[in-house]
């Protein structure tokens, strides 16, 4: 798959894992207000829904290649001693 290919389905993984987060939120708030009386297999179903649209997002990240950049962010960000500001 080409880089741009591989972006752009990076990107539509990472929005429909967004997407699903969000329905499955909404799922779940809309579960403990009384006046929807919604069945008790819905409000599984909205948090499973949460963690397979963050496993969406996760996959789209590692086909778009974002991952890495976050996680050597991360890493220069707290423990690379030239970027600290501990000297000072």
């Known amino acids: 798959m080409k880089r741009k290919n591989a972006s752009l389905c990076g990107n539509v993984f990472m ?3 967004l997407v699903v987060m969000v329905l499955g939120f909404v799922g779940a708030v809309m579960n403990h207000v009384p ?3 919604l069945p008790p297999v819905v ?3 909205a948090v499973l829904a ?3 649209g963050a496993v969406v997002w996760l996959a789209g990240a590692r086909i778009g ?3 890495e950049i976050n996680d050597r ?3 220069v960000r707290h423990f690379d ?3 600290r500001r501990d000297g000072h």
């Open 15 to 17: 929005g429909l894992g």
């Open 35 to 37: 006046q929807f009386s």
């Open 43 to 45: 409000a599984s179903g």
């Open 50 to 52: 949460i963690f397979v």
């Open 65 to 67: 290649g974002r991952e």
């Open 73 to 75: 962010y991360f890493w």
């Open 81 to 83: 001693k030239r970027c």
